[in-house]
T-cell receptor, first 114, second 114 residues
Framework: AQSVTQLGSHVSVSEGALVLLRCNYS??????LFWYVQYPNQGLQLLLK??????LVKGINGFEAEFKKSETSFHLTKPSAHMSDAAEYFC????????????FGQGTELSVKP | DAGVIQSPRHEVTEMGQEVTLRCKPI?????LFWYRQTMMRGLELLIY????????DSGMPEDRFSAKMPNASFSTLKIQPSEPRDSAVYFC????????????FGEGSRLTVL
């Protein structure tokens, strides 16, 4: 069965610093991979998705992620953190042949220090 | 367009009472998902529907939980009888068939069972 593992339940960076949130997936077939963001007291919203096209995927708010099959990874990065990036980030995997249900990782809370 | 609408946003009830959570998906979306979020277990997929038909309810915790989708614009998640361990935020999400993994989430219903 497919799954995702997010390394680090909490990441803290300074404003302007690089953001790196790690995600590794497990899947026997090429997966679809996603990053979602959740701001306090809100639902999740899609940041970006990988669906077997380009391996470097750009999303909203300056975030991007790179699919690396050899490492089974899909890490999320942003060159320069902003205070408004503080939120919880979820990596997710989906297999289209399973009706597209989305399986989420445990989440990583990002804190941004001034 | 209006997003996914959930009600109530907050519910406090006593153990043993019946709880009904409601969801209106985005018009034109033919998949609907119910997720539960807790600190301990993260985001869990409870059940999802395609064209109003339940496809996978393997995540429903036990018989106390039931979900229906009588038409394309309405779904309910019912807990009867409720227990303190059901306390969580329940999210409804919807998507179009063509957009695997691109879920649109409601703002959630925060349930507290005393």
């Amino acid at each position: 069965a497919q799954s995702v593992t997010q390394l680090g339940s909490h990441v803290s960076v300074s404003e302007g610093a690089l953001v790196l949130l790690r995600c590794n997936y497990s899947s026997s077939v090429p997966p679809y991979l996603f990053w979602y963001v959740q701001y306090p007291n809100q639902g999740l919203q899609l940041l970006l998705k990988y669906t077997s096209a380009a391996t470097l995927v750009k999303g909203i708010n300056g975030f991007e992620a790179e699919f690396k099959k050899s490492e089974t990874s899909f890490h999320l990065t942003k060159p320069s953190a902003h205070m408004s990036d503080a939120a919880e980030y979820f990596c997710a995997v989906s297999l289209d042949n399973q009706g597209g249900k989305l399986i989420f990782g445990q989440g990583t809370e990002l804190s941004v220090k001034p | 367009d209006a997003g996914v609408i959930q009600s109530p946003r907050h519910e406090v009830t006593e153990m043993g009472q019946e709880v009904t959570l409601r969801c209106k998906p985005i018009s034109g979306h033919d998949y609907l998902f119910w997720y539960r979020q807790t600190m301990m277990r993260g985001l869990e997929l409870l059940i999802y529907f395609n064209n109003n038909v339940p496809i996978d309810d393997s995540g429903m915790p036990e018989d106390r939980f039931s979900a229906k989708m009588p038409n394309a614009s309405f779904s309910t998640l019912k807990i009867q009888p409720s227990e303190p361990r059901d306390s969580a935020v329940y999210f409804c999400a919807s998507r179009r068939t063509a957009n695997t993994g691109e879920l649109f989430f409601g703002e959630g219903s925060r349930l507290t069972v005393l």
